[in-house]
């Protein structure tokens, strides 16, 4: 059964820590992609990955947000130095066109509070 | 700026009835639309999409509408159940990012026995 998985579930920091939440992509797909949830924007696109390559970061904080695929098994969106404001749900999905449908299947996501 | 948005924030009705979740795009190079369901504490599901060269697609108990012209789509779930209570974001992508998904805010829809 093919998913997407995010390591922490759960995270919870202080502020001014360095944060590194991992993601390892279905064995296949092509496009990688983090989410952020909050309550006005909905699910908010922070990055965009296309064959490990970054198409689109326009929606990240650059001072504090970085988005990175060391490898195809692996994504990682690291916030240095954290604060209070970034606590939210981060998703990471990935994706491949198929048939025209550019699905993406997104991971349970990772849960994060900064204190 | 939203290129997706979804006006209603939250949608209650009544077990049986039709549920319609609406949706409204600015971006005309969109020629995708998905639609997404999400329950707590989980990741959000594919649940239909429809392409820009149709104006309807059905799966089931699931139906979107699309109208290219007013840059509108529509959701329609016919019989509610309680079990469809659940957040639905409505997505498109196109353009020179053919892949690239974008989501709206989302609608919490409460389906009441």
């Known amino acids: 059964d093919a998913r997407v998985t995010q390591t922490p579930r759960h995270k919870v920091t202080e502020m001014g820590q360095e944060v590194t939440m991992r993601c390892q992509p279905i064995l296949g797909h092509n496009t990688v992609f983090w989410y952020r949830q909050t309550m006005m924007q909905g699910l908010e696109l922070l990055a965009y990955?296309?064959?490990?390559?970054?198409?689109?970061d326009s929606g990240m904080p650059k001072d504090r947000f970085s988005a990175e695929m060391p490898d195809a098994t692996l994504a990682t969106l690291k916030i240095q130095p954290s604060e209070p404001r970034d606590s939210a749900v981060y998703f990471c999905a990935s994706g491949l066109v198929r048939t025209g449908v550019p699905e993406a299947f997104f991971g349970q996501g990772t849960r994060l509070t900064v204190v | 700026d939203q290129q997706v948005k979804q006006n209603s924030p939250s949608l209650s009705v009544q077990e049986g009835r039709i549920s319609i979740l609406n949706c409204d795009y600015t971006n005309s190079m969109f020629d995708y639309f998905l639609w997404y369901k999400k329950y707590p504490a989980e990741g959000p599901t594919f649940l239909i999409s429809?392409?820009?060269?149709?104006d309807k697609n059905e799966d089931g108990r699931f139906t979107v509408f699309l109208n290219k012209s007013a840059k509108h789509l529509s959701l329609h779930i016919v019989p509610s159940q309680p079990g469809d209570s659940a957040v639905y974001f409505c997505?498109?992508?196109?353009?020179?990012?053919?892949?690239?998904?974008?989501f709206g805010p989302g609608t919490s829809l409460s389906v009441i026995p």
């Open positions: 429809i392409s820009s060269i149709k």
């Open positions: 997505a498109a992508s196109g353009g020179a990012s053919y892949d690239k998904v974008i």
């Open positions: 990955f296309r064959n490990r390559a970054p198409l689109d």
